[in-house]
């Protein structure tokens, strides 16, 4: 997978998404039944999660980017090194993404002279124009109707798919997760990679440990423990 192609893309889908805030912002406007709630706390803490991902330390954000790299038509085999790429330039582009929203928190528009948007589209020509790759313009326009076709088809196929990834994954991690709750029920203090680990071997599981860790979470929380 070319990293240029790939800076490309996600370029796409970061101007893509701030449009779509202000739609939604927009939308608000001169509503006396709007009652907004700041969030800049929650969005410097999931930047700080994203950082972390960069350093390993977590899988912050795996399934939304192997929704928009289905979106983009990019594999989304997570042990391939093709995914591994594109999911690492993913996080800086939301890490990017989420620090312009931080400043629209506090209504800081002084920079988005860069992100100008087109009435129908949601992109403009002008906005393609601000950034290279590998020092070419973003020229293809193309490219801007993919990226615009990526919300809807995240919409609807992303919702489909992600159903059908776990209705999978809770049939291939069945015995997964009764050995992890025989666990949670005979001491819920055991640290998550600890469960995973044990059951991933007893079991024979053979999905990625960062996973298998985030079942074992999402088990404490269904449960109680």
Not at 150 to 159: D, I, Y
Request: glycine fraction near 6%.
């Amino acid at each position: 997978m070319d990293i240029t192609n790939i800076k490309r893309e996600l370029r796409l889908y970061f101007i893509q998404q701030l449009a779509q805030d202000e739609l939604v912002r927009s939308g608000n406007m001169l509503n006396p039944d709007f009652d907004y709630i700041p969030n800049s706390e929650g969005i410097g803490l999931l930047a700080d999660s994203y950082r972390e991902a960069l350093r390993n330390e977590n899988s912050q954000g795996l399934d939304r980017a192997i929704e928009v790299a289905e979106a983009f038509d990019r594999s989304t085999d997570v042990d391939s090194s093709d995914f591994k790429r594109f999911y690492r330039e993913f996080i800086k582009i939301e890490i990017e993404l989420l620090g312009v929203l931080l400043k629209r928190e506090y209504s800081n528009y002084s920079e988005e002279v860069k992100y100008l948007y087109d009435d129908e589209t949601g992109l403009s020509d002008s906005a393609f124009g601000s950034y290279e790759a590998d020092a070419q313009p973003l020229e293809t326009l193309a490219l801007v109707t993919h990226a615009v076709v990526v919300a809807n088809k995240q919409s609807a196929a992303g919702k489909i798919s992600g159903r059908v990834r776990k209705d999978k994954a809770d049939k291939e991690c069945k015995d997964f997760d009764g050995c992890a709750l025989d666990m949670l029920n005979n001491d819920s203090g055991h640290p998550n990679t600890h469960i995973a680990t044990t059951c991933k071997r007893r079991t024979g599981n053979t999905y990625p440990h960062h996973r298998l860790r985030k079942r074992v979470a999402d088990l404490k929380k269904q449960s109680g423990h």
